[in-house]
């Protein structure tokens, strides 16, 4: 697992004698595809998200750290479990983390369905990172 920008920052204010604890929005991508892991938690990083990546979807269940995840981004199809079969386990354990699927294997049919098991949305590979970045902020903020 890769962890970037995963700090906290205190603040203290002598006017009110109170501190402040501000945490970076934690982030997780899980892709089997080692380059993508790092280029998105680079990029992500950029913008003070904590990230962290996990190479498979049973690296990221086993991690201990689902209740910390505000956004998932997730490749559908992986070795082992499927994208769409972690989104489902997540389900299972009455985890509603919000879910962008990434695939290099998007079509129509395919994004309904995603969509239909509960994904925000489905980005095609490769990622246009604009996009990427409107949607995770997008997420982060309503929480």
Known sequence: MLDVNCHAHI???PSNHETRLEVSHVIAIVDDDESFRRALARFLGTFAFCVRTFASGDEFLQSGELSVVECLLL??????MSGLEVKQELGVRGLRIPTVFVTAHADDEVEQ???????????PKPVDQESLLRLVQGVVGKR
């Open 11 to 13: 603040e203290w204010s």
């Open 113 to 123: 369905h995603l969509m239909a098991a509960g994904a925000i949305a489905m980005l």
């Open 75 to 80: 490749d559908l199809v992986m070795p082992g």
